[in-house]
């Protein structure tokens, strides 16, 4: 059974639209705007967590508050003490009408792997192995990641910190 934890981000900038139905010239050119979306949700995330792993969901609360995984492998972050790591859901869920407008969701089903975003203690976002279109790759994600983390890590240096 899947259950949901999730995270929702408020713009306070503007007015939030139920999903409509739009013309618009080429429904290409949306698919290519909520990838580009996602890829900067990554960037984003990559500064924001404080630790990102790769790890199988061993667990969670009926209620989907917590969830456990087993970490395979440290991606941003220190390797944990235990191999098993249990972090709180964030309290709030996105529903949207494209993949960057759900991207920040924490999904969890147990037995299958993720990407995990942490601060705190708290997730992020996780990001399922298994995805389908519209959401970016697995393989994007992770190459997204690792050159946003590399890039922080250089500004950081030349600012001397």
Partial sequence: MLRRIAFVSI???GPAFACQRVSSPSPAALARQDRAEQREIVRALAIEAEVIYVGVAVSETQHAERAEFKIDQVIKGAAPVSQTL???GPSEYTIGCTAA?????ALVEVGKTYLIYAA???LLRTGSKDRELPEIS???EIKLLRRAI???KLRGRARGE
């Fill in 11 to 13: 713009l306070a900038a």
């Fill in 138 to 140: 697995w393989s994007e």
């Fill in 86 to 88: 249990t972090f709180d």
């Fill in 120 to 122: 705190g203690g708290q």
């Fill in 150 to 152: 590399s890039s922080n």
């Fill in 101 to 105: 407008a759900e991207f920040r969701n």
